[in-house]
């Protein structure tokens, strides 16, 4: 919520200290986001929590100040002359009561639509809206002063019949941004004699938006289903800040309230004749809570002594009513704006941060500090990231959605007849699939370090993947993506593979080519432990990628072997084999290994079909002489000429 400090004057005294203000809006639940200079006048962003309906508008903040601070409040005024009626001449209105909680509607003729005065369009260039005209911007002041989002329709384009319902298939409409919606069955529109005039608590029509030639307008306040509202401006994409405070549990009784400061500002410009009827639909009013406040629970459940007439004071600073019923309880009437107020917790929670959270004083327990008991499976996750940053590769956290253009590579690796699971609500419109493997995502990055032309990529993700195999299905996953934009390779990128398996103490790890990995890639292998597959890696072009299930791995690793430096030194000697192609050096490597008195085999270079090793030969119980050594190396010569057709140089 942007906040323009000059405006905010207007309605409460604020620190001459900016900072002051800001620290204490911070500690009452209002973090300062940011601060910023807009036309020589200081504009502060605060940070508020989904909760608070009611200070998603200046006047709202302005009693978050008065009451921190202690300064008095003086709040806009509003129309008085207006009645509220069940019916408009000339007009008939059919809302829905489980979608509309309530509407009104005014007429105001003779209107002058013009460019706004200097102070309209000041006030709203430093809150961040764009100026149209005078009437449109009244509205948008009214919103970002009261709270309550407003719409202006020009009253000569529409018809005797005005509705609010849900869209009809195959229903469309052009916003005055030119911008043509397709209309879902679920989304909520004001529609006259058949016509979409606007999607309900979002954005208006273009066709029926008032021009220059408006002589009469029909202004509309109201409020919805908030559940309906957030849906439609998701699904559309629709991020007005009329939207943001729909989808907000605001309170109906601050319809009126914004319909009544809007006629007063068009009274004292004289910007129309008010017709002082207004259509009210309110079927179920809604009236302010009581609650009971116990403050012996208060004071066990903050750990402070605090007074009744303390608490008192607090809550009617806050414009709470309060009555004693007790020496030791309150009982509260709840404001209808304050729609986060439902418990007495509630009420603790206001006491709490009005006198600072500070104050709550520092206690030992009284018993034993619990154990502090972390699952493994976090534990193996931190692991994970420890070992894998330390071989050069950087994390990414992602949201489990891919977009548009990878949704050909979103198949469940473990099984090809999987589906993904796609979200009735999406986020943006250019996702709807939860992701099926990491991949995805990570490619996205990679592919974004080659547009701006980086000179390598080492990077992954620990998360989640999600599939349908008749029923949903969850896996933690750990995705591991290598470009280098000159010299990249596969050994490399194995070297970097085995190194973290080596650091998870994996031992056993074997390769299999496999292509049935439902990408259709060519370059694919599993990745077994055990002979379970633990995960899947390819190549595509010259990204290289290994994706492992931490679940299959969990539990697996082999414990830590403390080893005393040897008292017997070792022979060292090389050895070359010639070697047909296609022998795997790893089984060479494997074979050459198993002789007890070998201690470490270590490749070290190869020409042509020629393949040189170095051997560590190394009894932990006494020197080896060269006899016990010839026999070793005879028996290491004869099984790579027997199982690998190999010829020792």
């Not at 000059?6 to 900016?18: G, T």
């Not at 529409?158 to 397709?182: C, H, P, Q, S, Y």
């Not at 500090?369 to 534990?379: A, G």
């Not at 943006?428 to 701006?452: C, H, P, W």
């Amino acid at each position: 919520m942007r906040v323009p400090i000059n405006w905010l004057k207007e309605y409460v005294k604020i620190p001459r200290d900016l900072e002051e203000l800001t620290d204490g809006l911070t500690m009452a639940g209002h973090m300062l986001d940011k601060k910023e200079v807009v036309d020589g006048n200081v504009v502060i962003d605060l940070e508020l929590r989904g909760n608070r309906a009611d200070c998603y508008s200046l006047v709202g903040i302005a009693r978050e100040v008065s009451a921190l601070f202690e300064t008095p409040l003086e709040y806009p005024g509003l129309y008085q002359k207006l009645v509220c009626a069940n019916n408009l001449k000339n007009i008939n209105f059919k809302f829905d009561p489980k979608y509309v909680r309530r509407a009104m509607v005014v007429v105001v003729r003779d209107v002058k639509v013009a460019a706004s005065p200097k102070w309209l369009e000041e006030r709203l260039n430093e809150y961040g809206i764009a100026s149209v005209n005078n009437i449109v911007d009244l509205t948008n002041y009214v919103m970002v002063e009261t709270g309550q989002p407003l719409h202006a329709f020009d009253l000569n384009k529409l018809g005797k019949n005005l509705v609010v319902r849900l869209a009809k298939r195959g229903e469309k409409m052009t916003t005055f941004l030119d911008e043509t919606i397709k209309l879902t069955t679920q989304d909520l529109v004001w529609a006259s004699s058949g016509n979409v005039i606007s999607m309900a608590g979002a954005i208006g029509s273009k066709e029926y938006s008032l021009s220059e030639s408006t002589q009469n307008i029909l202004v509309e306040a109201a409020n919805y289903d908030r559940a309906n509202i957030r849906r439609s401006v998701y699904r559309h994409g629709l991020f007005t800040d009329a939207g943001i405070r729909h989808e907000k549990e605001l309170d109906p009784n601050l319809v009126k309230d914004g319909i009544s400061r809007f006629l007063e500002l068009v009274n004292e410009n004289g910007w129309g004749k008010i017709e002082n009827k207004a259509y009210d639909f309110y079927p179920k009013p809604k009236q302010p809570l009581t609650i009971k406040l116990d403050i012996e629970y208060l004071k066990r459940l903050s750990g402070m002594e605090i007074g009744i007439k303390s608490v008192e004071d607090v809550l009617e600073k806050l414009e709470f009513k309060t009555s004693r019923i007790n020496s030791n309880t309150l009982k509260v009437l709840c404001p209808t704006y304050r729609t986060d107020v439902e418990l007495e917790e509630d009420l603790i929670e206001e006491v709490l941060r009005i006198l600072g959270y500070k104050q709550i004083p520092i206690k030992t327990l009284s018993l034993e500090v619990p154990k502090d008991v972390t699952p493994e499976y976090i534990i193996q996750e931190e692991k994970v990231k420890k070992d894998l940053t330390s071989l050069g590769f950087d994390e990414v956290i992602s949201i489990p959605f891919v977009k548009e253009r990878y949704l050909k590579l979103n198949k469940d690796l473990d099984s090809v007849a999987a589906l993904p699971i796609r979200v009735e609500n999406r986020p943006s419109a250019d996702v709807e699939e939860m992701r099926m493997n990491m991949f995805t995502n990570l490619l996205g990055y990679v592919q974004k370090v080659i547009d701006e032309r980086g000179e390598q990529a080492r990077l992954f993700e620990v998360g989640r993947a999600y599939s349908n195999r008749k029923k949903y299905v969850e896996k933690r996953k750990v995705g591991v993506i290598y470009w280098l934009g000159k010299g990249g390779s596969y050994k490399k990128f194995k070297g970097f593979v085995e190194a973290f398996f080596e650091k998870q103490r994996l031992d056993g790890v074997a390769y299999k080519v496999d292509t049935k990995n439902g990408l259709d890639i060519d370059k694919a292998y599993s990745i077994y432990l055990e002979k379970e597959v633990i995960g899947y890696g390819w190549q595509l072009g010259n990204i290289y990628y290994v994706e492992i299930d931490l679940d299959a791995v969990l539990g697996k690793y082999s414990p830590p072997e403390a080893r005393l430096w040897p008292k017997f030194p070792p022979q060292i000697e090389d050895i070359t084999f010639r070697l047909p192609e296609k022998t795997y050096l790893g089984d060479v490597l494997s074979q050459m290994e198993k002789p007890k008195v070998i201690s470490k085999v270590k490749f070290l270079d190869s020409y042509k079909d020629y393949y040189s090793f170095r051997i560590w030969y190394q009894d932990p119980k006494k020197t080896l002489t060269n006899k016990e050594v010839e026999e070793v190396r005879n028996k290491i010569i004869d099984v790579v000429e027997k199982k690998f057709g190999g010829v020792v140089k």
